[in-house]
């Protein structure tokens, strides 16, 4: 059985469609790793044995017929709690919507179900994906399953333990300022950020709308480039969802690297990167070279703004979005109040945790009269040098690589006194998300306390099957992808 | 700049949120440690910068005014903290 939970997606694929594994089979396995080792790392923070199976029958029988059946039909994944699935509670790491069984699917769950996947449950996360270690989850921190002592990352910290731990083969994930990438590095997976639009909203609880995107997260880009083609695509539904013809983001895996240049952004090998990470990213790009790649020096001068301007244009959609949770129509109530405005001041009092009600205040803060211009306005004008500046970085390459995250995952604790000292944790994601640029990041080694170091790669906009790419080609020469943590064998 | 007793009070009101005394306090010096964070952007010259709102540009798709959901208002209501025949409940507002 060690071999189908560390088997790729086209694997396990192979594995239903040659009828070596039944779908029930394979959910099975997985539900009983959840059940013997999930105690231990608060990864799964919704299970529903009966309705996993019952997918998994269906998935069955379509494959007995074949009429119908995907790469994907039979192949079980979790979803991160953002998403709304039908029947399954969607808390969103929050008490605020603790009891709140959503009455809809997300476009992603939709799309993912239609290619016959099985949702093994919902992943914990940061409460409302506002934090970078999972720590701030209403339902107790997720642990990391190289060491329990550390955390996860974050937001989607439960999506990354789960698949690192091979609970599950996949998760979906979101990424608002690295949710995706930063998890996927201090676990050792590979995660991918889209570019914005590419995927649809619908039904992912809307964290900062301009940021927010989700993202396939798996143990490796040949497994994410299946998932994505089955997640993206036009949605009438989300306002911001592009129309484009869809694509096939596995169609250049096979592709060499001869002739691809990879642009090294100064500002991303500076000071404030740990040394053990630098070491295993400079042997990745050595790794690249011997693949036939070239680097060039390329400079983002702006993106030491990009984690001050993001505190103020993510908190300030964020006061915005979660406005919604008043205690009226979905959510949380106080079980005593006042009068109206007082039903909403406690509910939200006691519905939300501290980050999130700071990030409410803060975004609040920066959009009342007479702070908009100064705050809020002046972060946009910035937003927009970072932008540009990734512009004129693509003029002279592909695609740019650096550190995801500076430092490998940290113990507990370590970062929760100081607000500001966490958000720093995402200095090398965050300027992607503003410039709605696609982003990923893969295990290129190890570094302090055996802890996996993940590698960046930026793309220009719609540039995922490059990435995918570059990405597919180095894990074919390498097997740091392939590493599970001894505690979960 | 940074934020008085009375400024996180006000900032509380427009959010909805009850903060405690205590509370109120170490938001303050919470609030205030982001904002002196932020405050670097203000350094900044951004003189004839457009403002980027969003990632991408795109416009506002217009569809046709036709019914495309159906009626499932007992399943939403069936998530809402209090209802009563198919209206939400809420502390009486105009006496």
Known sequence: MSDLINASLKELGAALTAKKVSAVELATLFLDRIETLNPGLNAFIALDRDKTLAQARAADETLKVGAGATALTGIPLAHKDIFCTRGWRTSCGSRMLENFISPYDAHVVEKLAA???VTLGKLNMDEFAMGSSNETSYFGPVKNPWDVARVPGGSS??????????LAPAATGTDTGGSIRQPAALCGLTGLKPTYGAV?????IAFASSLDQAGPMAKSAEDCALLLTAMAGFDPRDSTSLERPAEDYSRDLEQPLTGLRIGLPREFF??????DVRAAVEAALAEYRKLGATTVEVSLPNSGLSVPAYYVIAPAEASSNLSRFDGVRYGYRAPEYGDLNDMYSKSRAQGFGAEVKRRILIGTYVLSHGYYDAYYLKAQKIRRLIAADFQ????????IMGPTSPSVAFAFGAKSADPVQMYLSDIYTISTNLAGLPGMSLPCGFGAGNMPVGLQIIGNWFGEAKMLQAAHQYQKATDWHTRMPEEMK | MSLSPEDISRIALLSRIELSAAELETTRDQLNGILGFIEQLQAVDTTGIEPMAHAVDVVQRLRPDLVT????RADFQAVAPETEAGLYLVPRVVE
């Open chain 1, 115 to 117: 290619a016959g996947m």
């Open chain 1, 157 to 166: 910290g439960g999506s990354a333990a789960a698949i690192a731990a091979r």
């Open chain 1, 200 to 204: 649809s909203r619908y039904g992912m």
């Open chain 1, 270 to 275: 500076g000071a404030g990167m740990d040394a």
């Open chain 1, 392 to 399: 004129k970085a693509f003029e002279s390459c592909d695609v």
């Open chain 2, 69 to 72: 959901e159906t009626d499932r």
